[in-house]
């Protein structure tokens, strides 16, 4: 993030002459825009002083496309999330295996590890290992909507122009499990899965007289929640616990089917050029003290052991509100996309759209 070029550098460079001068590495993070706070790439530039930390934010979609344009060049760690892995691997070959020696699996909980090797598993070779994690849930005024518990819930007429939602894959996959189905287990069969994305279009167009406005950032559903336009909504949970620090009667509800959960990653691009800096960045933010900053900064929890209880006061407060054991046990981890499965849910998000203005 900055250019350390220092006095004794330059004597150095003077002195040596024709033999060159050492050059800080560039250490090139293809990141979400949480994951890389200012305080944590500062200290870690003072941990490793010849080591630059370049960071470039993006999404899913965004860091698939880059890296797929380049044949996996350009970057030397991204972080995709655990379910946009497989496929795009195995269709563009952007990624490299991971030697796993280099990194402290040990810190990391045993369920999500294997959960991501499992997802991210080809001809042998592990191509991701976890970072962090989080669910896409509901999220009630428990003053105002008590029984606000499913994601059908929504769409309760006592709740009408009064709701809210994000009209994208996340609300199509819970009122998927919401009527009944297991989107995921669909994706072996695209035609079952076809039948399930028109039955659930069919079923947010009729429930558009419930929502009083589609949300498309965190900042639009905070501001409908914070001033009482909504008293529900489908959620990120790091948006429901930012909102419980100004407003503790509104918290994050696990769907009684599940809330969908996330890993995001951390995966080598196959033409990066510091490997070994990569190695060290996925291990400095695992230490405990690390984990409390970045989460501080993504509201995500760690994929680290005792990750809950090093989260700061504030989120480890909402997240004890939200979740039980029993809610933790049923999570609906997001499963590996199929090639065209992105292509059919864009096709049914684009029909309800149309048929709602949202």
Same mark, same amino acid.
């Given at each position: 993030?900055?250019?350390?070029?220092?006095?004794?550098? !330059?004597l150095?460079?003077?002195?040596?002459?024709?033999? *060159?001068?050492?050059?800080?590495?560039?250490?090139?993070?293809?990141?979400?825009?949480?994951?890389?706070?200012?305080?944590?790439?500062?200290?870690?530039?003072?941990?490793y002083?010849?080591?630059?930390?370049? +960071?470039?934010?993006?999404?899913?979609?965004?860091?698939?496309?880059?890296?797929?344009?380049?044949?996996?060049?350009?970057?030397?760690?991204?972080?995709?999330?655990?379910?946009?892995?497989?496929?795009?691997?195995?269709?563009?070959?952007?990624?490299?295996?991971?030697?796993?020696?280099?990194?402290?699996?040990?810190?990391?909980?045993?369920?999500?590890?294997?959960?991501?090797?499992?997802?991210?598993?080809?001809? *042998?070779? +592990?191509?991701?290992v976890?970072?962090?994690?989080?669910?896409?849930?509901?999220?009630?005024?428990?003053?105002?909507?008590?029984?606000?518990?499913?994601?059908?819930?929504?769409?309760?007429?006592?709740?009408?122009?009064?709701?809210?939602?994000?009209l994208?894959?996340?609300?199509?996959? *819970?009122?998927?499990?919401?009527?009944?189905?297991?989107?995921?287990a669909?994706?072996?069969d695209?035609?079952?899965?076809?039948?399930?994305?028109?039955?659930?279009?069919?079923?947010?167009?009729?429930?558009?007289?419930?929502?009083?406005?589609?949300?498309?950032?965190?900042?639009?559903?905070?501001?409908?929640? !914070?001033?009482?336009?909504?008293?529900?909504?489908?959620?990120?949970?790091?948006?429901?616990?930012?909102?419980?620090?100004?407003?503790?009667?509104?918290?994050?509800?696990?769907?009684?089917? *599940?809330?969908?959960?996330?890993?995001?990653?951390?995966?080598?691009?196959?033409?990066?050029?510091?490997?070994?800096?990569?190695? =060290?960045?996925?291990?400095? +933010?695992?230490?405990?003290?690390?984990?409390?900053?970045?989460?501080?900064?993504?509201?995500?929890?760690?994929? +680290?052991?005792?990750?809950?209880?090093?989260?700061?006061?504030? =989120?480890?407060?909402?997240?004890?509100?939200?979740?039980?054991d029993?809610?933790i046990?049923?999570?609906?981890f997001?499963?590996?996309?199929?090639?065209?499965?992105?292509?059919?849910?864009?096709?049914?998000?684009?029909?309800?759209?149309?048929?709602?203005?949202?």
């Amino acid at each position: 993030m900055r250019i350390k070029t220092t006095v004794a550098g !330059l004597l150095a460079a003077t002195m040596l002459g024709g033999m *060159g001068s050492a050059q800080a590495e560039t250490l090139r993070l293809l990141t979400w825009g949480s994951y890389a706070p200012e305080a944590l790439i500062e200290k870690f530039e003072e941990e490793y002083p010849d080591i630059d930390v370049e +960071v470039t934010f993006s999404n899913n979609e965004e860091m698939i496309a880059k890296l797929r344009a380049t044949g996996g060049a350009g970057y030397d760690l991204a972080q995709p999330s655990h379910d946009r892995i497989y496929a795009a691997q195995f269709e563009y070959d952007i990624y490299k295996p991971l030697d796993l020696s280099k990194i402290n699996t040990d810190a990391m909980q045993a369920k999500l590890l294997e959960g991501v090797k499992e997802n991210t598993t080809i001809d *042998g070779e +592990v191509y991701a290992v976890p970072h962090q994690w989080g669910t896409s849930g509901l999220m009630a005024d428990k003053t105002k909507a008590p029984d606000l518990k499913s994601w059908g819930d929504l769409c309760d007429p006592q709740y009408k122009g009064r709701t809210s939602m994000r009209l994208k894959r996340t609300i199509i996959l *819970g009122m998927a499990y919401e009527m009944g189905e297991d989107p995921f287990a669909a994706y072996s069969d695209l035609e079952k899965y076809q039948g399930i994305l028109d039955k659930v279009s069919e079923k947010l167009i009729e429930c558009k007289a419930n929502i009083k406005a589609y949300w498309n950032s965190g900042d639009d559903l905070t501001a409908m929640m !914070l001033s009482g336009e909504i008293v529900g909504s489908e959620t990120w949970d790091s948006t429901a616990y930012k909102i419980y620090d100004q407003n503790p009667d509104i918290t994050f509800v696990p769907p009684s089917t *599940g809330a969908l959960a996330w890993i995001d990653t951390f995966a080598i691009p196959r033409k990066g050029k510091a490997d070994d800096a990569a190695y =060290k960045w996925i291990n400095f +933010v695992l230490r405990p003290e690390n984990v409390t900053i970045m989460s501080a900064s993504t509201g995500a929890i760690a994929s +680290v052991k005792g990750a809950k209880d090093l989260l700061p006061e504030d =989120k480890k407060a909402a997240v004890n509100a939200a979740f039980t054991d029993a809610d933790i046990d049923n999570l609906k981890f997001f499963a590996n996309i199929p090639p065209g499965v992105e292509d059919m849910e864009g096709r049914a998000l684009e029909k309800i759209k149309a048929a709602t203005g949202g």
